[in-house]
């Protein structure tokens, strides 16, 4: 194991020089190749990775169809067209560039929810975590205004719909959503600046995943046992065993991506969208991208303007509170057998509610949604607090290494491992 | 002025000095130093060598140093505002968008009763409605106490007018385009959350807040109007 795990040592006379004048090499070393991160890492842990590759492809196809499109309200939609059908393989560059930013999306839920089953958002990850609520944040508004780009029917009315949630802040309201479109309505200058702040987005998102991974460097990884790396025995260095397990599981994503581009490319998509913008006719049935649904679903959840804008809103920013709001000492979800199965019935209301947000806003849809608005509030706000001071967590392993290799004959671990098998990998 | 700063020995932290920066960036690693697999790390942090430098500078010349730092903040502070404010004001309608704005015409005589005609004004979507008999009626009988936003219908049409509701296109919830003749009062339907408006153009049901507004506008002639007439900004 020594072997792969030595502090970077520059070898030749370049690199000594060059290493003595910016030690960006060493920091490389040390955060990629010799950072030692616990050995029971599994799968879920691999979605980081998949997290920055997916970036970097956005950037890449993004700057490239940025070369083609025209963000004019009279051109940007033939533009779209002409990549289509004119430009040489622009109709892959859109298709992996749209189908890109849903596979994004897929990636971060998953990383998301395998935080709160694991716990990592607790001291002291605490900072880590909110910092990547903020990039959770600025990906949801990079993607709205990248669909604005195309306008077309569906980019239309969700740039309207989504810029008009500000007219529900009180007195200052009106003002915002002015200086959001530029005009009275959306229009031309509303595209213009949307494609601006679209290309510049992604780029802000760049630096703060780089303070993510510094706030991340500092506690090290939380692992599926939550419990902190105790000695060198419990952690590996991140080259090969991390960069082999991400590559792989990189790579199975890749495939599950390329199968959307090259198999269904516009499911994702509304037929809408290749109707060009119509300000005086609303689509009949318009939804937002799936994944906002189980916000707009909070959104129409309330009846009332202010309320639904509030409750949506505070669906992410709760987020932040629940480092403090879980009040159990155990990280992981693997000894905690009740927050384990109130973690699923959490899962299953936000997958509920991403349902929901796709029906007509009618009838027992919306009292369904009104329940699990509801639901999924009191989970953060009554049952993780109460959870930690009723619940009995289960035996926990002394350390990482006890957990991995099983010494002793009173290991709990199979029992935890059963219920949540995915802790095996 | 501190000369010995510049002169102050550096001694070899730059050879090492990716070691100062591994550990900064990872504290995580540098908890492992003990253990054989990541081998030592016992460099000196930059920082350290010029903290008691700066204290001594700190204290040889408070006053003229001071009145400095509060001159410039406050030159930075009101330079700041200054600046901030036409960046901002740049995202207003800007006066191309503004003159747009300019009143249009709109000859009544073609609209049959019963129709909705839709007009652009700044580019806003307008409802021009002929009302029939029943609908000035239905939206003339309502319990005014039992609405949202109580208004009675002749306070939204223009006096000796009563055919004709002129009103913004957009639901005031979050801005869709109503349908015409549908929903529960027969005046609009927002098919996006479920707004319903009676034929007054008032809200009834649903989250919308407030009832369609009524644009500027004046009658011209008995089937003419102008829209946007005494607009401001
Ligand atoms: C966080 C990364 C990004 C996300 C999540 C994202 C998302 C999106 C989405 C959802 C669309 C609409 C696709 C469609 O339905 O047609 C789009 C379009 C577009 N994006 Fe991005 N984007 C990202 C980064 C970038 C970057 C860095 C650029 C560089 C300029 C860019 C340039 C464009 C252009 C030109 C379009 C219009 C062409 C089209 O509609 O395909 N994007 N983006
Ligand atoms: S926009 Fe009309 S009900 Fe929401």
Redesign the pocket.
């Known amino acids: 194991m020594s072997k792969h795990a030595t502090t970077y040592v520059p070898k030749s006379a370049f690199a000594k020089w060059f290493e003595s004048r910016l030690p960006i090499v060493g920091l490389i070393h040390s955060s990629f190749v010799a950072f030692p991160v616990p050995r029971n890492l599994n799968y879920w842990w691999t979605f980081g990775g998949v997290l920055f590759f997916m970036?970097v492809m956005?950037?890449i196809t993004?700057?490239v169809?940025?070369m083609h499109?025209t963000p004019n309200a009279n051109l940007a939609f033939d533009s779209?067209e002409r990549?289509m059908r004119d430009v040489n393989y622009g109709w892959l560059l859109?298709y992996l560039?749209?189908n890109?930013?849903s596979m994004?999306f897929v990636a971060v839920y998953i990383h998301i929810f395998r935080n709160f089953y694991y716990g990592s958002y607790k001291a002291p990850r605490e900072v880590l975590f909110i910092l990547g609520i903020i990039i959770f944040l600025l990906?949801m508004a990079?993607?709205f205004m990248?669909?604005v780009?195309?306008w077309g029917q569906m980019s239309f009315w969700g740039a309207t719909v989504i810029t008009n949630l500000f007219s529900a802040v009180p007195i200052i309201g009106d003002t915002i959503v002015s200086l959001l479109w530029g005009g009275y309505s959306v229009g031309n200058p509303t595209l213009n600046r949307f494609?601006s702040l679209?290309?510049l987005?992604?780029?802000m998102?760049f630096g703060v995943v780089i303070l993510h991974v510094w706030a991340l460097h500092v506690p090290g990884n939380n692992n599926p046992t939550g419990i902190e790396m105790k000695s060198g025995k419990d952690a590996v260095p991140f080259h090969p065993y991390m960069t082999v397990k991400d590559g792989f599981s990189l790579v199975l994503f890749l495939i599950f991506f390329a199968w959307w581009v090259f198999y269904m490319p516009n499911y994702l998509?509304h037929a809408d969208?290749y109707i060009p913008a119509n300000p005086s006719v609303t689509p009949s049935h318009i939804v937002p991208?799936w994944y906002f649904l189980p916000f707009y679903a909070i959104l129409r959840a309330v009846p009332d303007k202010l309320g639904g804008v509030v409750a949506m809103v505070a669906a992410i920013l709760i987020w932040a509170l629940v480092p403090w709001l879980d009040t159990s000492k155990v990280r992981s979800a693997v000894y905690r057998p009740l927050y384990r199965q109130f973690f699923w019935v959490w899962f299953a209301v936000c997958i509920l509610l991403g349902w929901l947000g796709s029906k007509p806003a009618e009838g027992g849809y919306v009292i369904a949604a009104r329940i699990a608005t509801i639901y999924y509030f009191a989970h953060f706000l009554i049952i993780l607090p109460l959870l930690g001071l009723f619940e009995r967590p289960q035996r926990m392993p002394g350390s990482i290494v006890e957990s991995v290799l099983g010494r002793g004959a009173a290991a709990p671990v199979p029992a935890g491992a059963t219920a949540a098998p995915q802790t095996q990998g | 002025m501190p000369a010995h700063a510049k002169e102050r020995p550096r001694g070899d932290a730059g050879s090492h000095c990716m070691r100062i920066c591994a550990r900064a960036w990872s504290p995580a690693l540098s908890r492992f130093q003990s253990a054989s697999i990541f081998g030592p790390c016992d460099t000196v942090h930059a920082n350290q060598l010029r903290e008691p430098v700066a204290d001594s500078i700190a204290s040889v010349e408070p006053t003229r140093r001071d009145f400095l730092y509060i001159a410039t903040g406050a030159a930075a502070a009101v330079g700041a505002a200054g600046l901030a404010w036409p960046f901002v004001s740049s995202l207003a309608p800007d006066a191309d968008t503004v003159a747009a704005g300019a009143p249009v015409e709109l000859d009544l005589t073609p609209i049959a009763p019963g129709q909705i005609v839709k007009v652009f004004w700044r580019g806003k979507l307008i409802f021009v409605r002929h009302r029939t008999e029943e609908e000035i009626k239905a939206a003339q009988d309502v319990n005014l106490a039992t609405l949202k936003d109580p208004q009675p219908d002749s306070a939204r049409v223009k006096e000796g007018h009563a055919q004709w509701l002129v009103v913004y296109g957009n639901c005031t919830h979050l801005g869709c385009v109503p349908l015409g003749q549908q929903g529960e009062f027969k005046g609009w339907f927002c098919p996006c959350h479920g707004s319903v408006f009676d034929t007054s153009g008032r809200i009834r049901q649903g989250p919308a807040p407030i009832n369609l507004p009524i644009p500027p506008y004046t009658f011209v002639s008995d089937t003419k109007i102008r829209i946007g007439e005494g607009a401001t900004a």
């Open positions: 970036l956005q950037i993004g700057v169809l940025a499109y779209v990549i859109r560039h749209a890109g930013a994004f990906m990079t993607a990248g669909y780009l195309p494609f679209h290309y987005l992604p780029f998102i998509g969208n991208e």
